[in-house]
């Protein structure tokens, strides 16, 4: 069973400065890419940022320049770096790892979610 655990999450001010951890553990083959999603209340979960095994990374438009995502392969741990935090980004930030697992299925995982609230 693979899971993912979450943590990093809080209150901060805008222009405040946040790092989210995700923890990958369990009967893992393979990790092919991370990535981070969030939710804002009434609105569709959306991309944040994604990593590939290989260091590659991308993010969404709105976050470029301020959010930074970083993986430790040994650890099976990817972070997200969040500068510059305004009020919009407000959601709850969900982790999503897509895993070949030890019995050589392969999926996507996702934790429980970690409110990250940005208010003066």
């Known amino acids: 069973q693979v899971q993912l655990v979450e943590s990093g999450g809080g209150l901060v001010q805008p222009g405040g400065s946040l790092r989210l951890s995700c923890a990958a553990s369990?009967?893992?083959?393979?990790?092919?890419?991370m990535g981070w999603y969030r939710q804002a209340p009434g609105k569709q979960r959306e991309l944040v940022a994604i990593?590939?095994?290989?260091?590659?990374?991308d993010s969404a438009d709105s976050v470029k320049g301020r959010f930074t995502i970083s993986s430790d392969n040994a650890k099976k741990t990817m972070y997200l770096l969040m500068n510059s935090l305004k009020p919009e980004d407000t959601a709850v930030y969900y982790c999503n790892t897509r895993i070949t697992s030890a019995l050589g299925y392969t999926r996507d995982y996702w934790g429980q979610g970690t409110q990250v609230t940005v208010s003066s």
């Open positions: 369990g009967s893992i083959f393979k990790i092919h890419a």
């Open positions: 990593i590939t095994s290989s260091g590659n990374t």
